[in-house]
């Protein structure tokens, strides 16, 4: 594979990527039960720099939002930054295995509801500033929970498990390559 069609694979995964964060988003679908966790994990397996697959991650979530609404600033970068937690986790995955990937995505999924669910509590007049009201955020956002768990399982087997059907028939797609 030459180096120019390399870079058009990568450009053309990323596309997509940031495509299935909008439609995912833009289609009738449960309470956070969305890809956003699912292609940041991805793309830190992908792509050979994290800030790729954050720019991924954070296009799609703006595309989106400029379709849907932007809401309070405080939330929006709280949840930008929760999608972005896999990342954190390259070293971790190693070669990835599917129980290091779904484990991966569950502890995101808790991630994005502790600090999220903090970010209401902290940046809305929603809930009292004391402790029962961060209780109170958290327990509101326990159906949500649920969801995000979900979504992000789902997501991540989707991504992973076309990516590996899609290498097995096609010679030459790019390998994941680690900086």
Do not use: E
């Amino acid at each position: 594979m030459t180096l120019n069609s390399q870079y058009k694979t990568l450009l053309g995964v990323a596309f997509a990527l940031i495509a299935l964060c909008v439609v995912a988003r833009l289609l009738p679908h449960p309470p956070n039960f969305a890809p956003a966790t699912a292609v940041a994990l991805f793309g830190c397996v992908f792509f050979s720099r994290r800030w790729h697959a954050a720019a991924v991650v954070v296009l799609g979530m703006i595309v989106g939002d400029w379709f849907i609404g932007f809401y309070d600033t405080g939330i929006l970068l709280t949840v930008y930054a929760s999608m972005l937690l896999p990342l954190a986790a390259r070293h971790f995955l190693g070669k990835p295995t599917a129980l290091r990937l779904g484990a991966v995505a569950v502890l995101a999924g808790f991630g994005f509801y502790l600090t999220t669910n903090a970010a209401v509590w902290f940046f809305t007049n929603a809930y009292p500033p004391n402790l029962d009201g961060l209780a109170a955020s958290y327990i509101a956002g326990l159906p949500f929970l649920k969801w995000t768990l979900l979504g992000n399982v789902f997501y991540t087997g989707v991504l992973f498990g076309t990516y590996g059907i899609v290498r097995r028939g096609v010679a030459g797609i790019a390998q994941p390559v680690r900086a």
